[in-house]
């Protein structure tokens, strides 16, 4: 306690000491743990499923290896073959993916869903908190009569009512209300659905808002459009299940031609639900450890510094026969207390730093929602310092521990010296901090180029004044006509409207419907996996002109183009160069159900647009008229001669004249919607950006020490110098030189190791390689400038060195 008290009055004495010392530690250990906080919700914390590493999904691949143009479901058929034969399972189910909206007067809310066979809840371990589960009876061909709220939706939108339990409620496409039978216990999230992805309002991090019972249709048994998840046998491995799923599905596509082509790919379910988030956290993990090594350099060269500073009060206390160890034990109490209040500080910037985090992540990292700072982040903080601690006490405390009190008494005088050794070791840690803040800079000059790259790609389409909102009719095709064609004259009568438009698969929303066809002039595939599989669109008239997308050849939609007329399309120009090379597409025809029906002519050809992705050159792509194609739900586009937003409350007024009951939800901007597109680009960006700005602040600050040092250990060397006939100018160059190597030193080093780290940024980067050569230059010699700016201080102070006042005590 004793210890603790003389720690406690020589950091009051020193408090510019003890804050920049303690808040060097706070930024590094917040960073860290901040960061931290977002791997432990998003990808430590387990599913809330029984032993979820048993669980597998069952993806398709083809048997041949080749990249698949889009996913492939599975057949009732096959995965109720393995459900029989499999030995290595303890159960397998199958699941769909859905959407719908919860009838209401006043504006119909949307919510996503799950349809699963009788073998989902007892696969995944599911139970029900409230009410009960799906019994057999519930599981049988005919409207779906008893669904199972999620916990979240069930507070969200009934209050956490328990009364719901027994009620109906009304659901858009059901024709019978069905019964809530129970509440599902909170957290569980949707499995992935890869055939479903495109389609509007999939959020495969989301909670489950109601679960169904769904039945195999003895009719459409062969059809493939299941997912299907497995729970492997205690003692079994992915391996060993994988052999025997591929034995089954081998035998069954002798049997089926429908199935030939394909294979299972055994996928653990955590590792499927946490990629995303690892090729976003993991990258963010290794910047702020960067910046925790930063800090921990600084607070030693801080402690370092200031133990040298204090050798003459060592030399005394030992002399007046304090004991070594006591000395020792002092000295690293001071270090831990000020490491305990850099943790401290960084507990709290964690918490701090972890709210922003959230609040600029946006889409960018999965399962948001799930993330917090508690206790398990502060013991982090606290456990960090105390290490920090250890690494930036324990020189000054041996080198005190090593004293010789008779060599220091005689060599006092106004300030401590700093041998030779450890002036090298300040230089070399600073030598490393400047290493590894490049690393940060190169990171975040590589990402920055990256954003103006893509900002200078043409999209192909126009952006600026298009407001966007998914609208839909929930009450039924027999009203979908009348409704849109209302909904659109309405709305494109308003002032200030250019163009209002229905679209399926608005650019970067990733909608599109993924359908496999047969192209007039291309050869009839001969299996399943090697038909033509392409992504559909569909749209109303006056949509590309909205668009700005440019029409090559043929037509236009027309509003004649409905279910009473032949079946048209428009493809894009990357569809007419890869399966139309030397001639025109207009008249050609497309199959969807095999060349002995009806085909769609093609009537259009327009022009490129990156309509999935700006990162991504154009793919080829099909537009149907939506009037032929009548997507249940779509966006509602508009073009505006002022700001879209204002138009907000107007376009709202007319879709509820046209029917109150219409859902009307995701109002943005196309500009905002590109935005979201880039989240995990200008996320990464920004948080490797704010690491660098801290870094490169720290390792300023430890040149700035380094040098200050290093002129206060030479003040009698740089007296001497002046008393020879040295001028100011040659004392300057002495010292500037010296730090000017510290930091090209620093400098080289940085180049070498951020070509090595910036390689993991590679997923994010676009038409920008990880040794960039202008970054790796530009940052370089925008570093060296900063640098040197730093070194000014210590340089002037040296030229001011009086040489009577330096050798006084000679």
């Not at 908190?129 to 669904?147: E, H």
């Not at 929602?369 to 960090?384: E, H």
Request: net charge positive; aromatic share 8%; proline share 6%.
């Amino acid at each position: 306690m004793q210890d603790l008290r003389f720690a406690v009055r020589m950091l009051r004495k020193q408090p510019g000491f003890s804050v920049i010392a303690a808040l060097t530690l706070a930024l590094g250990i917040g960073a860290t743990a901040a960061v931290f906080s977002l791997i432990q919700g998003v990808l430590l914390t387990p599913p809330p499923y029984e032993k979820p590493d048993q669980l597998m999904l069952i993806p398709a691949k083809r048997v041949d290896g080749k990249k698949m143009d889009s996913p492939r479901d599975w057949a009732a058929q096959q995965w109720l073959e393995w459900q029989k034969d499999g030995k290595s399972f303890q159960g397998i189910a199958a699941y769909l993916w859905t959407f719908n909206f919860l009838i209401r007067d006043d504006g119909s809310q949307s919510m996503q869903g799950m349809f699963v066979t009788k073998d989902y809840p007892r696969v995944m371990g599911l139970k029900p908190m409230m009410g009960r589960g799906f019994q057999d009876s519930d599981f049988s061909n005919g409207p779906v009569k008893a669904i199972v709220l999620g916990y979240e939706f069930w507070q969200r939108t009934f209050g956490g009512d328990p009364q719901i339990i027994g009620k109906t409620v009304r659901i858009s496409r059901w024709d019978t209300p069905p019964t809530v039978i129970g509440v599902m216990a909170p957290g569980a999230r949707f499995l992935p659905s890869p055939g479903d992805a495109k389609e509007p309002n999939y959020d495969v991090n989301a909670t489950v808002d109601f679960w169904a019972p769904a039945y195999p249709d003895p009719k459409s048994i062969k059809e493939a459009y299941w997912d299907v998840v497995a729970r492997l046998k205690d003692g079994v491995t992915a391996q060993q299940a994988q052999q025997e799923l591929t034995v089954l599905a081998a035998n069954e596509a002798q049997g089926e031609k429908k199935f030939e082509g394909f294979t299972p790919q055994l996928e653990p379910l955590t590792d499927e639900m946490n990629q995303d988030g690892k090729r976003i956290l993991l990258p963010l993990l290794g910047a702020s450890a960067l910046v925790l090594l930063i800090a921990c350099g600084n607070a030693a060269a801080l402690l370092l510094v200031r133990g040298l500073q204090r050798q003459q009060e060592y030399g005394v206390r030992i002399a007046m026969g304090m004991g070594r160890m006591a000395l020792l034990r002092k000295v690293m109490t001071e270090s831990l207390l000020l490491a305990l209040i850099g943790g401290a500080l960084g507990g709290g910037l964690a918490v701090g730093a972890v709210k922003l985090f959230k609040a600029i992540a946006g889409h960018a990292v999965p399962r948001l929602d799930g993330v917090t700072a508690g206790w398990q982040v502060l013991g982090l903080g606290l456990g960090v310092a105390v290490l920090a601690a250890f690494v930036a006490g324990v020189i000054p405390a041996l080198r005190a521990f090593r004293l010789d009190p008779m060599e220091v008494l005689k060599s006092a005088g106004p300030k401590g010296t700093a041998g030779t050794g450890e002036r090298r070791l300040l230089q070399g840690v600073t030598v490393l901090q400047t290493a590894l803040t490049l690393a940060l800079l190169v990171g975040a000059g590589l990402l920055i180029r990256t954003m103006v790259k893509i900002a200078e790609v043409p999209s192909g389409y126009s952006m600026g004044r298009i407001l966007t909102m998914s609208v839909t009719d929930v009450q039924g095709y027999s009203t979908w006509g009348n409704f849109h064609r209302q909904a659109l004259q309405r709305v494109q009568a308003l002032p200030g409207v250019q163009y209002a438009a229905f679209a399926w698969g608005v650019p970067l929303t990733g909608n599109n419907w993924p359908a496999t066809m047969e192209v007039e002039g291309q050869p009839p595939a001969m299996k399943e996996s090697d038909k033509i599989a392409l992504p559909m669109r569909a749209a109303t008239p006056d949509y590309f002109k909205l668009m700005g997308i440019a029409s090559i050849d043929g037509r236009e939609f027309r509003d004649t183009d409905d279910n009473k007329a032949p079946n048209v399309a428009i493809v894009n120009k990357a569809f007419v160069d890869r399966y139309f090379p030397n001639g025109s597409a207009v008249g050609r025809k497309l199959w969807f159900n095999g060349r002995d029906k009806p085909g769609i002519e093609i009537v259009g050809e327009i022009a490129n647009g990156r309509t999935d992705d700006l990162t991504q050159a154009a793919l080829p792509e099909v537009y149907l008229p939506l009037w032929q194609a009548t997507a249940f739900s779509k966006h509602l586009v508009i073009r505006t001669a002022a700001d879209p937003r204002t138009m907000v409350a107007q376009v709202e007024r007319e879709l509820r004249a046209v029917d109150p009951t219409a859902a009307i939800e995701n109002v943005r901007t196309l500009e905002q919607i590109r935005d979201e597109s880039l989240s995990s680009r200008t996320f990464a960006m920004s948080l490797l950006m704010g690491f660098a700005v801290v870094g490169s602040v720290l390792t300023l600050v430890g040149i700035y020490g380094v040098l200050s040092l290093s002129v206060a250990s030479r003040r009698k060397e740089l007296a001497i110098r002046s008393a020879m006939g040295a001028q100011q100018g040659d004392i300057r160059k002495l010292i500037f030189g010296e730090g000017f190597r510290l930091i090209a030193g620093g400098v080289i080093a940085g180049v070498v190791l951020a070509i090595v780290l910036s390689r993991v940024l590679k997923s994010f980067l676009f038409e920008v390689q990880p040794n960039d050569p202008a970054t790796l230059i530009v940052v370089g010699a925008l570093f060296v400038g900063v640098g040197l700016l730093a070194c000014w201080a210590p340089v002037r102070r040296a030229s001011t060195v009086d040489p009577l006042e330096a050798l006084r005590y000679e």
